[in-house]
């Protein structure tokens, strides 16, 4: 019976321990993420990822509609997607992705119906 008791208690004692050592309740930061349209385009459409993981399409019918951002918060390892089509023949767009205030992805189209796209993944 003593044997059992101390087997017992050691196996406690080892299982605080070991309880202290790690972090059971893991904290997950999120991250502020903006998207971002802008340029001299008069007519364009935007297609992104939200947070959700879902696809979004919005148009844009009036060059005094950008700059266009979007913002939303993620957990780090998401994937982020940002595309815009220049609906006309003149004017470019460019397409920024930004982490808190920093330029993460960036790419830009001046080219007639030119398209421009940034993706990739949040550290």
Request: proline residues 3%; positive net charge; hydrophobic residues 40%.
């Amino acid at each position: 019976m003593k044997y059992i008791v101390r087997l017992l208690s050691i196996f406690f004692v080892f299982f605080i321990i070991s309880g202290c050592e790690k972090n059971n309740w893991p904290i997950v930061l999120k991250s502020k993420v903006t998207y971002k349209v802008s340029g001299t385009a008069s007519e364009v459409i935007i297609m992104y990822r939200d947070e959700t993981g879902s696809n979004k399409i919005k148009g844009i019918s009036s060059s005094s509609a950008l700059p266009w951002k979007y913002e939303f918060r993620v957990k780090p390892d998401t994937y982020v997607f940002l595309q815009a089509k220049n609906n006309t023949a003149s004017g470019e767009v460019v397409v920024e992705i930004l982490k808190g205030s920093k330029v993460i992805f960036t790419d830009k189209s001046s080219i007639p119906y030119g398209t421009a796209t940034c993706s990739g993944y949040i550290k």
